[in-house]
């Protein structure tokens, strides 16, 4: 069982940044493949970015070049660092984990969401 925990969302400008944070419970953070997603309000969950437990990471084309994720498996914790926000950024920000996964889902692990919203 794993747990996740966000935390670093808030209201920002339009061109302004933040740094969200997911921080996991358990011994084999390292083995997990770690994703954020958001979900805007009316509108589907979307796919935001992903760090496998191998390194490799992939990015929505709506996100590429201003958001960047990373993550430190010594605090069990993945980062999302987003500049240049956007008013469509605006959304809930979920974090999710899976065990060797190369793509996350619904049967993978859920935070409770971080809310972003970016005023113009």
């Known amino acids: 069982q794993v747990q996740l925990v966000e935390s670093g969302g808030g209201l920002v400008q339009a061109g302004g940044s933040l740094r969200l944070s997911c921080a996991a419970s358990g011994r084999t953070f390292s083995m997990y493949t770690m994703g954020w997603f958001r979900q805007a309000l009316g509108e589907e969950r979307e796919f935001v970015a992903v760090?496998?437990?191998?390194?490799?990471?992939d990015y929505a084309d709506s996100v590429k070049g201003r958001f960047s994720i990373s993550r430190d498996n010594a605090k069990n914790t993945v980062y999302l660092q987003m500049n240049s926000l956007k008013p469509e950024d605006t959304a809930v920000y979920y974090c999710?984990?899976?065990?060797?996964?190369?793509?996350?889902?619904?049967?993978?692990?859920w935070g409770q969401g971080t809310q972003v919203t970016v005023s113009s």
């Open positions: 760090i496998r437990w191998i390194g490799t990471t």
């Open positions: 999710a984990a899976g065990s060797r996964k190369m793509v996350l889902g619904d049967d993978d692990y």
